[in-house]
């Protein structure tokens, strides 16, 4: 045998010179979940680790997480359903929860990124991304609101700005709303290829934002589908997005290479609750490694070609020293 591939495997200084993906915190963005009140860290019962902090605390899990090495945050709100409407008019108040966050996170880490989350399922009473009416959601009315919430987080702050909600248009049309409105250097996150995921159950129970009636399948994508993921990325590549997402990661790794061969902006990718969740259930019940299922799972989504990955891990895999 003149090619052996297992020289290349024979020692640990081998093995790192020719090892080709790597991950460090530059490339990690940490979701964090926020709650009205104060002193408050409730844990996510789905989600071990993972806390609704209210502002105060907020700060103090910013400053540990930046000690270690983070610089992004994307921040996602609890709202109380008392405050939950038709129009999720919460979300543009002045003085609410999230701007508050925002402005404060800001103002005390003006190096941080801060990444928002534009949709109106954490303030909807209905508990979904768009305006419902006779159980359809309205697309092109639901840019209005959506354009409004991105303009409130421009204004408190927020660095890229990152709509989650699937209808279409609203890359193009929050773009407009912040050039119009002075904020041309606002970056947009597009979550491009959303699809209609069962992994997303951990984060309703942390926001109860779980939808009151019906599904997300007529806005969120098929499972089934990748070539719509194509239409998808054109129109936000064209529309001015700068970050195409994928999410989830785990099931659609195949989509973060395929949009990453095709575009040229970066690709973020969404290691979602329900893939944290899997992780440590699994890790609890003391049937798997977590050190090295965590760190295959972050590198797998790496070597597909995510350049950032949202993911819950991102602290513990620093604080344990594991990247
Ligand atoms: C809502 C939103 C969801 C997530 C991020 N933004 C849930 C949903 O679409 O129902 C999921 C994130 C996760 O599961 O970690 N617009």
Redesign the pocket.
């Known amino acids: 045998m003149l090619i052996r591939p297992r020289r290349n495997r024979k020692s640990a200084a081998i093995r790192n010179m020719v090892q080709e993906t790597h991950i460090t915190a530059a490339n990690l963005i940490f ?1 964090l979940f926020i709650i009205e009140g104060t002193n408050v860290k409730s844990e996510v019962a789905s989600m071990p680790g993972i806390y609704r902090y209210s502002i105060d605390n907020l700060l103090r899990e910013i400053e540990q997480c930046m000690e270690l090495g983070l610089q992004a945050f994307d921040l ?1 709100p609890n709202i109380d359903e008392s405050l939950k409407d038709k129009y999720a008019t919460e979300s543009t108040r002045e003085g609410s929860l999230y701007l508050r966050a925002i402005a404060e996170v800001k103002s005390r880490f003006p190096e941080a990124c801060v990444v928002t ?1 534009v ?1 109106m ?2 303030y909807s009473s209905d508990g979904h ?1 768009g305006i419902v009416e006779n159980g359809e959601i309205l697309n092109d009315e639901t840019l209005e609101v959506l354009g409004r919430m991105a303009l409130a987080h421009a204004q408190a702050g927020a660095d890229i700005i990152a709509p ?2 699937m209808m279409d248009g609203r890359i193009g049309h929050i773009r407009n709303v912040l050039d119009n409105n002075g904020f041309t250097s606002v970056s947009l996150m597009s ?1 491009t290829a ?1 699809y209609a ?1 069962a ?6 129970d942390a926001l109860n ?3 009151k009636h019906g599904d ?1 399948k007529t806005y ?1 994508m098929n499972p089934a589908n990748q070539r719509e993921a194509l239409i998808e990325a054109e129109l936000d590549m064209r529309e001015g997005a700068d970050f195409l997402m994928v ?2 990661a785990l099931a659609y790794l195949d989509i973060i290479k395929l949009l990453g061969d095709k575009f040229e902006l970066p690709i973020a990718a ?1 290691n ?3 893939e ?1 969740a899997m992780i440590k259930a699994s890790a609890r019940n003391g049937w798997l490694d977590e050190q090295r299922a965590t760190m295959e799972v972050l590198t797998g989504i790496r070597r597909a070609g995510a350049t950032a990955i ?1 993911t ?1 891990h991102a602290k513990e895999v620093l604080e344990k020293k594991w990247l």
Do not use: E, I, T, W
């Open positions: 979701p996602f989350d949709a399922d954490p991304d989650s909600d979550y959303k995921s992994f997303y159950g951990p984060f309703r934002s779980a939808p997300k969120q999410k989830p969404y979602v609750s329900g944290y949202l819950y």
